[in-house]
C-alpha cells in the first residue's frame, strides 16, 4: 500500500516564504506531484519530481529526496491568492494503472 | 493545453434515483480516465480507473454495481450512480490520462468536477 502524510493546516504572511512538507512509502515509486486546489475547484498542476533535487518554476519549487521518502512544496513571495489546499500525490507503478494517490492536503492561509 | 470537461458542473437528485455524470477530453484522446471522490475537508480518492473499451478496475471499498463506469470511446467516460443515497453527496473529479506514455509529467489531466447533492 502507500502512505503519504502532510500537515493538514498551516498559516503565513503575505510576501513571505512557506514549505509544505510531504512523506510518503510507497513501492514501485514513479513520480511525486503537487497540485493546489481553491475550495469546490478541481486541482491544479504545479510541479512534478521524478529523480532527487530541486524543481524551480516562479514562485514555487518543489524538492524530492526519494531515499527519504521526502518531498517539499516552497511557495516564494506569497499573495493573497495563494491560499488554497496544496495536495501532495504519489504515483506508483505497482498496479500498472499509474493512478495517483493523494495525500490529504494541506490547507493554506495566507494573512495579510 | 489540454482540456477535461465535466458535465454537469452541479445536478441535486433524490433518493433512490441515478445520476450519470460525463467526463470529457477535449483536444486529446485518453486511452485511461481516473474517477476520484473528495468529500468536504479530504482528499481526493481514486474510485476506479478505466481504459477505453475494456471494464474499468475498482478500487478496494468501491461497489462497483452501485457505481457504473463506461468508457465507450476515447473522449468520454461516465459514471453512473445508481440507487443514490445521502451519503454519497460529494465532490466527484475525472482525470484523463493522455496516450501510454509512463513517465510524462503532465499525463493527468482534471476536470472541473461534479458537485452531487442526494436529497
Known amino acids: 500500500g502507500q502512505n503519504i502524510d502532510q500537515p493538514t493546516e498551516m498559516t503565513a504572511t503575505e510576501g513571505a516564504i512557506v514549505q509544505i512538507n510531504c512523506t510518503y512509502q510507497?513501492?514501485?515509486?514513479?513520480?511525486l506531484f503537487w497540485y493546489q486546489q481553491h475550495a469546490g475547484e478541481a486541482p491544479t498542476f504545479l510541479s512534478y519530481n521524478v529523480l532527487d533535487g530541486l524543481e524551480e518554476k516562479g514562485r514555487f519549487s518543489s524538492f524530492l529526496s526519494r531515499s527519504k521518502g521526502y518531498s517539499y512544496l516552497l511557495l516564494k513571495e506569497l499573495q493573497m491568492k495563494d491560499s488554497a489546499s496544496y495536495l501532495c500525490a504519489v504515483r506508483s507503478m505497482d498496479t500498472g494503472r499509474r493512478a495517483l494517490t493523494f495525500g490529504s492536503g494541506t490547507r493554506l492561509q495566507v494573512q495579510p | 493545453g489540454a482540456v477535461v470537461s465535466q458535465h454537469p458542473s452541479r445536478v441535486i437528485c433524490k433518493s433512490g434515483t441515478s445520476v450519470k455524470i460525463e467526463c470529457r477530453s477535449l483536444?486529446?484522446?485518453?486511452?485511461?480516465m481516473f474517477w476520484y471522490r473528495q468529500f468536504p475537508k479530504q482528499s481526493l480518492m481514486l474510485m476506479a480507473t478505466?481504459?477505453?473499451?475494456?471494464?474499468?478496475?475498482?478500487e478496494q471499498g468501491v461497489e462497483k454495481d452501485k457505481f457504473l463506469i463506461n468508457h465507450a470511446s476515447l473522449t468520454l467516460s461516465t459514471l453512473t450512480v445508481t440507487s443514490a443515497h445521502p451519503e454519497d453527496s460529494s465532490f466527484y473529479i475525472c482525470?484523463?490520462?493522455?496516450?501510454?506514455?509512463?513517465?510524462?509529467?503532465?499525463?493527468?489531466?482534471f476536470g472541473p468536477g461534479t458537485r452531487l447533492t442526494v436529497t
Open positions: 482525470s484523463a490520462r493522455r496516450g501510454t506514455s509512463g513517465s510524462v509529467a503532465y499525463e493527468q489531466y
Open positions: 483536444d486529446f484522446q485518453a486511452t485511461t
Open positions: 478505466s481504459n477505453e473499451g475494456s471494464k474499468a478496475t475498482y
Open positions: 510507497t513501492s514501485g515509486f514513479n513520480g
